[in-house]
């Protein structure tokens, strides 16, 4: 039996096309609207029709001219609004129909993105793709809260990984990271923090700073640090069905109230 994808192929295949078929994919940035950048909004308002990510602001989307159609394909643990081959057929589909179709994603496009795989099917059918990177939410989130990714005499590289494969195993990553003096940066892995502390603290001690900053750059954003001992009294204040950056490393501790909270926690701890 054909999936859903295929007999939209196939559709398409037999399509008269009715622009000059193109496609810009751009990343929108970590979060808030200003974090786009020029390049990106200036492709992103000359956009015919817009597929947009679950992590796109409704403030960035109130930028685009309200004739041109906006259609969610975001994809949240659990919760898919298309599988990744709809959304490459989908992309093909109105490139065809509406000419130029801009691909918003969160973040930059490469970092965990799937980028290449959407400009391969696009290109497949010789519609050009043009990218446009954005900032990543690795570096940015983490720097907005103070929290630097290396520091001379701290620490001399950063580590961006995801958490999980997508058996839904540990990444082999973390724990060659986790043997190394790097600061670590985890995506998509707020919902597995206690085991990710766990696993962590095999290599590591358990005064190690860490922070989670969820919401980056936005107006609700919040950022709980503590160490990797103090997840279990910090978790409580953590909302593990909303993702976030994990941070793991000295440097955390060049947050403006890590010293403050730990001994909050310390006191707390001891009553």
């Not at 193109?22 to 015919?48: F, M, N, Q, Y």
């Not at 640090?225 to 009294?233: E, I, M, Q």
Request: net charge neutral; proline share 4%.
């Amino acid at each position: 039996m054909l999936r859903n994808y295929q007999k939209k192929l196939i559709k398409l295949l037999g399509m008269k096309i009715e622009k000059e078929a193109k496609v810009t994919l751009i990343g929108a940035g970590p979060g808030s609207s200003d974090l786009i950048t020029v390049r990106g909004l200036e492709a992103l308002k000359a956009a015919d029709v817009v597929l947009y990510d679950a992590l796109i602001g409704e403030e960035l989307l109130g930028q685009i001219d309200a004739r041109i159609p906006k259609i969610y394909v975001g994809k949240r643990c659990g919760q898919h609004a298309f599988t990744q081959d709809d959304i490459n057929v989908l992309i093909v589909e109105k490139a065809f129909e509406q000419g130029h179709v801009v691909r918003l994603k969160g973040g930059d496009p490469f970092v965990f993105g799937r980028a290449h795989e959407e400009i391969d099917y696009v290109e497949s059918f010789g519609i050009p793709v043009r990218v446009v990177p954005g900032v990543s939410s690795a570096i940015a989130v983490p720097s907005g809260q103070g929290i630097p990714m290396t520091r001379r005499g701290v620490s001399s590289s950063f580590w961006v990984m995801t958490a999980t494969k997508r058996d839904g195993s540990f990444s082999e990553d973390l724990k060659f990271a986790s043997q190394s003096s790097a600061t670590m940066v985890i995506l998509m892995g707020v919902r597995k923090l206690a085991e990710i502390s766990a696993e962590v603290s095999k290599y590591r001690g358990s005064l190690t700073p860490m922070a989670v900053i969820q919401n980056g750059t936005m107006q609700n954003e919040s950022c709980i640090v503590g160490t990797l001992g103090g997840v279990a009294s910090a978790i409580s204040d953590i909302d593990t069905s909303k993702p976030g950056i994990i941070v793991i490393g000295d440097v955390v501790a060049e947050h403006p109230s890590f010293f403050e909270e730990e001994v909050q926690r310390v006191l707390r701890s001891s009553l």
